[in-house]
Nanobody, 124 residues
Framework: QVQLVESGGGLVQTGGSLRLSCAAS????????MGWFRQAPGKEREFVAR????????SYSDSVKGRFTISRDNAKNTVYLQMNSLKPEDTAVYYC?????????????????WGQGTQVTVSS
């Protein structure tokens, strides 16, 4: 079992930056692959980025590649999402999620644990 709490969301102008954090409870954080997803009003939850248990392997959606960076600190039980060059279309609730395995498809159903979400709003 792992509990996740996101922070760092807010309102930012186009082109700005934000760093999201996700703090995990428990002593087995390093056994989970971690991911970030987002959901805009009226849309399905979509994959943003994920990082392997060790932090060595990462993957990103095409829409954020080159602008967002996912990282983790296993000593602090925390995963981060650095978001640069933000656009209005990045506006969404961002969710942190944990998976017990790194599977081929990074879809919501492959992540068993979720945080409550943090709102990111990018103004034009």
């Amino acid at each position: 079992q792992v509990q996740l709490v996101e922070s760092g969301g807010g309102l930012v102008q186009t082109g700005g930056s934000l760093r999201l954090s996700c703090a995990a409870s428990g002593r087995t954080f390093s056994r989970y692959a971690m991911g970030w997803f987002r959901q805009a009003p009226g849309k399905e939850r979509e994959f943003v980025a994920r990082v392997s248990e060790s932090g060595i392997t990462t993957s990103y959606s095409d829409s954020v590649k080159g602008r967002f960076t996912i990282s983790r600190d296993n000593a602090k039980n925390t995963v981060y999402l650095q978001m640069n060059s933000l656009k209005p279309e990045d506006t969404a609730v961002y969710y942190c999620a944990a998976a017990t395995a790194w599977l081929r498809d990074a879809v919501p159903s492959t992540f068993g644990y979720w945080g409550q979400g943090t709102q990111v709003t990018v103004s034009s």
